[in-house]
C-alpha cells in the first residue's frame, strides 16, 4: 500500500512522500495535513475623514476609495515619483517582521521533518507496518494546532503578540526535545501534540503581528515574507533528512536541531517591538508612539495615535474581548468571510492534490520521493516570492480571484490529462503541468492572502478572536480532507473528485469577488472604520 505523510500550513503547503508497504492489500489513509453576511467598505461620513491614515491619502486609490482631487493627484504623482529613487519605507519594520516568520521557518521545518524519516522511526520505535500509527504520529500535530490556535486570540488579548511569541516558544522547544529523544510510541505523540500547540498559536499569531507592525504601504509584502519562511523551513528539513535514508538514528539529530530556533525567537522577541495598537490599547502611550516613530516615521505619529484612540473609544477600552462578541455586528460577518475563505481553501483540494503529485511524479520517472518533495517546495517558492512582489502592486482582492480560478484551470487540465484517449506520455506531461500551476497558482494567492486579509478586515477588539476562529475551521476541514480523501478516490476515480476541486476553486473565486473588499493601500483604522459605519447604516 501506499501511505501519505505529510501536513499542509495553511499559506504553503508542504511536500508529501508516500511510503510502500507491500504487506498491506489496499490503501489506507496515514496521511494528515500539513497544513477566510458580506459587507462593502464605503467611505466614512465627513466627520470621519479627519481620522484617514495618511498613507492611504498618498497612494494610488481603487476606485470604491476616495478620489482626490487634481490637485492632491499632482502632489500625490510627485511624491511618488521621490519615493521611487529612494523607497526604503518597508527597512525599518522589516527585522521585526523576519523575526516573526522564523517561527513559520520553524512550523515549515516540523512540517518536513517527518517525511523521510517517518521509517527509520516507526522501525526504531516499534511501529513499522502500521499505516494507522504512521497516521497517528502526524494527525497528532492537528489536535494540538486545533487547541492552539483557539487559545491564541486570548493570549494575544491579555499579553500582546511579543510576549505570546516568548510563551509559544516553550511547547515548540520541548516538543522538539521529547520527540528527539522519544524512546516508546506515547513518547513521541507527547512530543508532537507540543509541537502542533505551539504551531496552532504561531499560524494566528504571526500575520497579526505583521499587519499590526508593518506600515500601509508595504503590509502586504512584508505579509508574505511568513509564507516564504515556511517554504524555506520545509526545503531545509528536506535537505537534512538525506542522511536519514542510510542513517537510522538521524532522525534524532534532526529533531534536536528542531529546537534551535526556538531559542532564537525568545531571545530575538527582547529587542522586537510589540504591535502599537496593543500598547496604546493598554495605555503605554509613550510606547506606541516610539513604536511609530521608529517603524513608520515622526510624521506618522499623531495621525497614528489619533485613529487608534479613535478606534479604542468606539470599541470599549478594555483590553480582552469576548468570545460572544463575534456573533455580534459586524464581527459575526468578518468571521464568517474569515470561516468560510478557510473552508474554500481546505475544499478546494490543496491536501488531495499533494497526495497525488508524488504519484504523477513517479509516471514521468521521477521514482525519489525527496526529489519529488524538492520540485514542489520550490515551485512553492517561486510563488511566494512572486506573491511578495504583486500583493501591494495588484491588491489582495485581485491576486485571491487570479488565484483560484487558475487553480480550477489546472485542475481541470489534470481532469483531461486522465480522461482524455492521449498519447500516455502526453497524458504525463500534461498532469505534471497541471500538478505544478495548480501549487504555483495556490502560493500565489489563495495560500498567502488568506491568512493575511482576514486581520486586515477584522476589528482591532477582536482581530485575535476572528483569527483563532479561523484558524480553528481551518484545522477542522483540513482533517476531514485528509480523513476522506483517499476513500472518495477508490470509490469515484482521481478524475471526478479532481473535478469537484476545480470546481470548488471556481467558487471560491466567485465569493473571493464578490464578498472580499480591496485592503491595499488602507490603514487598518480606516478599514474598520469604514465597516463600521457600513454596518450602522445598514441597521437604520
Known sequence: MWAAVGIIHPLCPAPMILIPHSSTPKPSLCFLLNKHPPFR??????????????????QKQLPELNAPNQQDGESTSIQEKGDTRNDLGWLPAFPHVLLASSSNFLFGYHIGVMNGPIVSIA??????????????????FIAGAFIGSLSCGSLVDKFGCRRTFQVDTIPLILGAIVSAQAHSLDE????????????????????????????????????????????LGIIASLFLGI????????????????????????LGMQFAVDSPRWLCKAGRLEDAKKVIRDLWGPSHVD??????????????????????????????????????????????????????????????????GALASLYIGLTNFAGALCAL?????????RLLVGSYFGMAISMFLVVYSITSPLDEELGHNLSILGTILYIYMFAIGAGPVTGLVIPEISSSRTRGKIMSFSFSVHWVCNFLVGLFFLELVEKLGVAPVYASFGAVSLLAAAFAYYFIVETKGRSLEEIEMSLNSTSAAKDK
Request: overall charge positive.
Open 188 to 231: 513521541m505523540l507527547f512530543g508532537r501534540f507540543l509541537v502542533g500547540l505551539g504551531i496552532g498559536v504561531n499560524t494566528v499569531l504571526v500575520p497579526i503581528y505583521i499587519s499590526e507592525v508593518a506600515p500601509t504601504k508595504y503590509r502586504g509584502s512584508l505579509g508574505t515574507i511568513c509564507q516564504i519562511g515556511t517554504c
Open 243 to 266: 542522511p536519514s535514508e542510510n542513517d537510522p538514528h538521524w532522525w534524532r539529530m534532526i529533531l534536536y536541531l528542531a529546537s534551535v530556533p526556538g531559542f532564537i525567537l525568545t
Open 123 to 140: 522501525r526504531e520505535l516499534g511501529f513499522e507496518g502500521k499505516s494507522f500509527i504512521e497516521g497517528l504520529v502526524v494527525s497528532i
Open 41 to 58: 467598505l464605503r467611505r466614512p461620513p465627513p466627520r470621519e475623514r479627519k481620522f484617514r491614515a495618511p498613507a492611504a491619502k498618498k
Open 389 to 397: 512582489y504583486l500583493m501591494d502592486k495588484q491588491g489582495r482582492k
Open 303 to 368: 495621525k497614528a495615535i489619533e485613529e487608534f484612540q479613535s478606534v479604542i473609544r468606539s470599541d470599549g477600552g478594555d483590553l480582552e474581548s469576548r468570545w460572544l462578541e463575534l456573533l455580534e455586528k459586524p464581527h459575526s460577518r468578518v468571521a464568517f468571510i474569515g470561516g468560510a475563505l478557510f473552508v474554500l481553501q481546505q475544499f478546494a483540494g490543496i491536501n488531495g492534490v499533494l497526495y497525488f503529485s508524488s504519484l504523477t511524479f513517479q509516471d514521468v520517472g521521477i521514482t525519489s
